[in-house]
């Protein structure tokens, strides 16, 4: 594992995951289940192209074990598996990590994760994360290889300061995003983090979008494994939507 590159809205660790570790979580993207995000909810807009994305994996904080959501039934071959489940062994590996400041208070009491493939001309728009739910987000890297003129960037804003009762809403409307542009554009400025193999970043709430994966990418996809930190009571909430 490298040092952390740290930022107020980021943290980013390269060489998160051991070779073996990481080589069966890019084995497992091979033949898990991958069905298309949903364009008409979430922060995915029209234009984001098919995103793919695999089944929801939680994981408890206290005892440290796999939680099924009570509408799943996951079945055989699905990643909600055993302890040695490639997609649960990096949520372990994430939960166990000190470089967020989030890893070490009592905001979060879970950890929930799924695997998402971002085909060529695929990305996904400016957004920001629901606090009330979130205690913080982290983004993993499995592909084996990327070339640096294949896209896919994180892309991270940074925001004005405002009164408590005026931040940036979660997302756009679908088809009326003028207003949300508005306000990204009144600093008009960020960082980028490039989706660099066996990467981890750890995000503090700050509006970010994913870059289109270029047509130079071909056949390469940005294999990713992502997902938040859940405060107390999220879980239920997110059911309930």
């Known amino acids: 594992m490298s040092d952390a590159i740290e930022h107020p809205n980021f943290t980013v660790i390269d060489?998160?995951?051991d070779e073996e570790t990481w080589t069966a979580l890019w084995s497992d993207f091979q033949f898990m289940d991958l069905l298309p995000v949903s364009r008409t909810g979430g922060a995915w807009k029209l234009e984001d192209g098919v995103p793919l994305a695999g089944r929801e994996c939680v994981l408890d904080r206290a005892s440290n074990t796999l939680v099924l959501q009570p509408q799943e039934q996951p079945a055989s071959g699905d990643h909600w598996g055993p302890v040695g489940d490639p997609i649960a062994a990096l949520l372990r590996e994430v939960m166990g990590s000190e470089a967020h400041p989030r890893l070490t208070d009592d905001e979060w009491v879970r950890?929930?994760?799924?695997?998402?493939?971002?085909p060529r001309e695929t990305g996904l728009s400016w957004h920001v994360d629901d606090h009330d739910l979130y205690a913080g987000a982290f983004i993993y890297y499995a592909h084996p290889f990327w070339d640096a003129h294949f896209g896919g960037e994180l892309?991270?804003?940074?925001?004005?300061?405002?009164?408590?009762?005026?931040?940036?809403?979660?997302m756009a409307y679908r088809f009326e995003t003028d207003s949300y542009s508005q306000r990204l554009l009144e600093v008009g400025c960020g960082q980028f983090i490039a989706p660099k193999p066996n990467r981890l970043v750890l995000l503090s709430g700050?509006?970010?979008?994913?870059?289109?994966?270029?047509?130079?990418?071909?056949?390469?996809?940005?294999?990713?494994?992502?997902?938040?930190?859940?405060?107390?009571g999220a879980d239920e909430a997110i059911r309930g939507m």
């Open 15 to 17: 060489d998160f995951l």
């Open 111 to 118: 950890l929930v994760g799924r695997a998402y493939a971002y």
């Open 155 to 170: 892309l991270v804003g940074e925001m004005m300061e405002t009164d408590p009762g005026d931040e940036l809403p979660i």
């Open 206 to 232: 700050a509006p970010h979008m994913v870059a289109k994966v270029s047509a130079a990418a071909g056949q390469n996809i940005r294999a990713s494994v992502a997902g938040f930190f859940l405060r107390p």
